[in-house]
T-cell receptor
């Protein structure tokens, strides 16, 4: 079946450092790919998504590019802030009625 | 808009007790979902409802039942709670099950002693 693998962390960075959280997937066909973010004590919020190969999703300074050849969707940000401290989930879903498959989540802590 | 709401926010049960978690959405979405979140395991789908009047099992349905009461509401019931059901439960909704964004509620933290 489908699966999503991501670095579990925790990842600890200083403010203004560069961030990369790796995500790779195993799936048939061409799934849509997502990054969700969960701030402390809250539910998951959509951060960005990409629906086909080579698409780049972006939001709030975060970016991720759908790489079909490497089955990856790595999350990047050039300069993180303390307010980016959260758990980040990579996920996929298909366009023909399958449900979401989530990775285990990566906890990011940004220190001032 | 409230989006997806869940009640209660916290609950402590004793083994063998029953309870129902409530979820409602005001986005006129067709599909609704129940997940559980455990450390290091991400979110796992318990049950989902593709449309009003239908429900289907997800990855981890054992020990749970669901009811799609109407288009807005989707409840999750634990008939006889077990310590293994200690978790954070999230409800979500989407326009359909086919490859679209899901919107999540704030979660219910359940502890079974």
């Amino acid at each position: 079946g489908d699966s999503v693998t991501q670095m579990e962390g925790p990842v600890t960075l200083s403010e203004e450092a560069c961030l990369t959280i790796n995500c790779t997937y195993t799936a048939t066909g061409y799934p849509s790919l997502f990054w969700y973010v969960q701030y402390p004590g809250e539910g998951l919020q959509l951060l960005l998504k990409a629906t086909k190969a080579d698409d780049k999703g972006s939001n709030k300074g975060f970016e991720a590019t759908y790489r079909k050849e490497t089955t990856s969707f790595h999350l990047e940000k050039g300069s993180v802030q303390v307010s980016d401290s959260a758990v980040y989930f990579c996920a996929l879903t298909h366009n023909y009625g399958q449900n979401f498959v989530f990775g285990p989540g990566t906890r990011l802590s940004v220190l001032p | 808009n409230a989006g997806v709401t869940q009640t209660p926010k916290f609950q402590v049960l004793k083994t063998g007790q029953s309870m129902t978690l409530q979820c409602a959405q005001d986005m006129n979405h067709n599909s609704m979902y129940w997940y559980r979140q455990d450390p290091g395991m991400g979110l796992r789908l318990i049950y989902y409802s593709a449309s009003e009047g239908t429900t289907d099992k997800g990855e981890v349905p054992n020990g749970y039942n669901v009811s799609r009461l109407n288009k807005r509401e989707f409840s999750l019931r634990l008939e006889s709670a077990a310590p293994s059901q200690t978790s954070v439960y999230f409800c979500a909704s989407s326009e359909s099950v086919a490859g679209v964004t899901q919107y999540f509620g704030p979660g219910t933290r359940l502890t079974v002693l």
